[in-house]
T-cell receptor, first 114, second 113 residues
């Protein structure tokens, strides 16, 4: 079993829809949770990261962490065709549990249709 | 100004050859990384250097050898290339060794024939 599981999709939604992207993980030592966006043939780009449980909002993007369920989510409101990309979750520990190594999910490919 | 740059962008070569990929960052970061992304988009860390010191060395064949001449540069040399080495290789950097915010380069698409 992989440490981080992410449904690869593809996920296709109409423009303006609310998108929910999710990851589950098995390592309870993970404390920092990141979301990266990767356009086709480009490098991953950090969207946001959160520490421990709770929500974080940045424009149309909201990251949510539920440590009790070992489940993280990224919500995209009012989705646009320019949001079409692969979204990768990543995570790592903190303090003595931080090896400096990010563990990535496989990525979910999102297509937003005009 | 490109923050993290890699050369070359594309690399097509034959089995058994030796090749190098170069990475440079102009962000003033202390830590640099090499990742491999396979055809299923799975991104896996290979190596990490902090101020020229190797701090992460994952289980990769010893045909792969990283070198960091200074903290702004990290190169990856691959000996005796194999078909299974075909992938996209990404360089990344972060301010410190904890790696919470990593900035990725554009990638080098390696095809071994």
């Amino acid at each position: 079993q992989k440490e981080v599981e992410q449904d690869p999709g593809p996920l296709s939604v109409p423009e303006g829809a609310i998108v929910s992207l999710n990851c589950t993980y098995s390592n309870s030592a993970f404390q920092y949770f990141m979301w990266y966006r990767q356009y086709s043939r480009k490098g991953p780009e950090l969207l946001m990261y959160t520490y421990s449980s709770g929500n974080k909002e940045d424009g149309r993007f909201t990251a949510q962490v539920d440590k009790s369920s070992k489940y993280i989510s990224l919500f995209i409101r009012d989705s646009q065709p320019s949001d079409s990309a692969t979204y990768l979750c990543a995570m790592t520990g903190s303090g003595s549990s931080n090896t400096g190594k990010l563990i990535f999910g496989q990525g979910t490919t999102l297509q937003v249709k005009p | 100004d490109t923050a993290v740059s890699q050369t070359p962008k594309y690399l097509v070569t034959q089995m058994g050859n030796d090749k190098s990929i170069k990475c440079e960052q102009n962000l003033g970061h202390d830590t640099m990384y090499w990742y491999k992304q396979d055809s299923k988009k799975f991104l896996k860390i290979m190596f990490s250097y902090n101020n020229k010191e190797l701090i992460i060395n994952e289980t990769v064949p010893n045909r792969f050898s990283p070198k960091s001449p200074d903290k702004a540069h990290l190169n990856l040399h691959i000996n005796s290339l194999e078909l299974g080495d075909s992938a996209v290789y990404f360089c990344a950097s972060s301010q410190d060794r904890w790696g919470y915010e990593q900035y990725f380069g554009p990638g080098t698409r390696l095809t071994v024939t």
